[in-house]
């Protein structure tokens, strides 16, 4: 599981736990934070206002403590006008590197159909290839390379 799924899925029970709404993934919004401010994401607070009945700044202030409290991949937060900037901590990065370490084919996409070095795809360039080839050396006014 990647960092931004783990606080995706915290934010969520942040907001069923303080509000008793059920936030959908497309209204957890994180997104990264602009260079001006400090953190490594932002959660945009802007769809709870409603079901917390107060503030964008306080509701902000409210879930980023309960993320501190109960988020292990978060160290603290700061809010800005209803954005809730987060910084991730020193042991989330380092548990992210051991897990990339760990796994052999990290990186690695599986080969489908679909993909660039499949057969088929392989067949259909080479094909491609010696009939734009042909077509060049057969016609009256083609050059030849």
Known sequence: MNIETL??????????ALYGMEASEKMLQLQ????E????????????VKAAKKSP?????EIGQYLVDNCSAIEKFNVVKGFLNLSIGERAWL??????????RFGMKRVDEGSPTSPCTLVMCATTCWV????RLWRPTATRW
Do not use: C, H, M, Y
């Open 7 to 16: 606080i995706s899925q915290a934010a969520g029970e942040a907001v069923k």
């Open 32 to 35: 990264k934070t602009r260079s």
């Open 37 to 48: 401010f400090e953190g490594n994401l932002t959660l945009v607070v802007f769809p709870f």
């Open 57 to 61: 700044e306080q509701t902000a202030q």
């Open 95 to 104: 548990q992210l590197l051991q897990a990339i370490d760990q796994d052999d």
């Open 132 to 135: 734009g080839r042909w077509l």
